[in-house]
């Protein structure tokens, strides 16, 4: 038998020790591959999707899916949700049972950390006043690495509606072990003028920090007025990155592209220490329920509408969430449109409210 690990998208871009934000190529999401080697230290091989996510899309979208091949290819196990204790029960019918399963202890795994370049916690994090959900970020063609990532995350109204607010955040890429030069200029961002699209402020600049350097991210809340039918504009950023291991310090000016349309490849941001941020929460496991991994929202349901109709569907729903269609489903078509999950949202708000005494 062989195990594969399969790197895909992440699921929780800043998640993990790492805090790995979303690759922009194939050679760093291969870099991300490298360094989760030597976290993990496990000498399980991995399968690396490619950076249009094709196997990940092929295999249904889920962020922590187990499948088991025979040795023809055929697949004899799928499971949306990884689960080691039935994996194990599938491979004894299978394979066969063994007199001395490995434990962990056995394995010996030899984990690196891999150091921080410099201080972290230092600037404040911002906060939606609600559910982002990413939108599709394209850099433009840079001699330069993108050192700096850009997040772009909308509230409910500005996708619904075109107006409403939007979340920008430049994020330090760890597999590039950079850090902001505080002594230098801070960042700066401005928008590219647009006929369709009205953003407030146009333009920004980075916080005044008092330590010399650190790897927080800048981040920004502006407010977007765009026409309907409005496709993209331009975040024209410039910044100083410094490695003090390759002894350098420059000034970068970098552009991207920013759609107002949903990444269904995005992820769920995990904004430690910041509250309810644009991801949303903390995330847990998953609940008895049959609700999804990392809580309900009717954000993240929304995610499963992998045809773009404005509904899920049964088929598009895991297996384990199957049971939230027939209480969601108001009108009964056999589908779960954008207020029929706001709506289940909102009693799952009230719920949690009436026996903590607290938003969950």
Not at 185 to 207: C, H, N, R, Y
């Amino acid at each position: 038998m062989q195990v594969y690990f399969v790197y895909k998208s992440l699921a929780h871009p800043e998640g993990g020790s790492n805090n790995f934000i979303a690759p922009f190529t194939l050679a760093e999401r291969l870099l991300h591959v490298k360094e989760a080697e030597k976290t993990l230290g496990a000498t399980v091989p991995w399968l690396c999707d490619t950076i249009e996510n094709d196997l990940k899309h092929a295999l249904g979208d889920r962020p922590n899916s187990e499948f088991v091949l025979n040795p023809d290819g055929k697949v004899v196990v799928m499971r949306d949700w990884s689960n080691p204790d039935t994996l194990r029960s599938d491979l004894e019918k299978l394979v066969g049972k063994i007199e001395h399963p490995t434990r962990v202890s056995d394995l010996n795994l030899k984990s690196e950390a891999t150091p921080k370049p410099a201080a972290s916690g230092i600037v404040k994090r911002v906060a939606l006043p609600g559910q982002g959900q990413p939108l599709l970020v394209e850099p433009q063609e840079s001699t330069t690495p993108y050192y700096v990532k850009l997040r772009a995350e909308a509230d409910q109204d500005l996708l619904r509606s075109g107006t409403g607010k939007l979340y920008l955040g430049f994020h330090l890429d760890s597999i590039y072990h950079v850090h902001w030069n505080n002594l230098a200029k801070p960042l700066s961002w401005e928008i590219a003028a647009t006929d369709q699209i009205s953003v407030t402020p146009p333009t920004g600049t980075g916080p005044k920090v008092e330590v010399e350097s650190d790897i927080d991210p800048r981040e920004f809340i502006v407010h977007v007025d765009a026409d309907r039918d409005a496709g993209s504009f331009e975040v024209i950023v410039k910044y100083f990155a410094c490695n003090d291991e390759q002894g350098f310090c420059i000034p970068v000016t970098q552009k991207y592209k920013v759609t107002l349309r949903q990444d269904r490849d995005g992820g769920q941001a995990r904004r430690s220490g910041s509250g309810r941020g644009p991801g949303g929460g903390t995330p847990n496991a998953g609940n008895s329920r049959g609700g999804p991994p990392g809580g309900f929202s009717a954000a993240r349901l929304m995610q499963y509408d992998r045809n773009d109709d404005g509904k899920v569907s049964r088929n598009e729903l895991p297996q384990q969430m199957v049971r939230m269609l027939d209480r969601a489903d108001q009108n009964r078509d056999g589908a779960i449109d954008q207020k029929e999950a706001e709506a289940m949202e909102e009693r799952f708000r009230q719920r949690a409210g009436n026996t903590s005494g607290g938003d969950k």
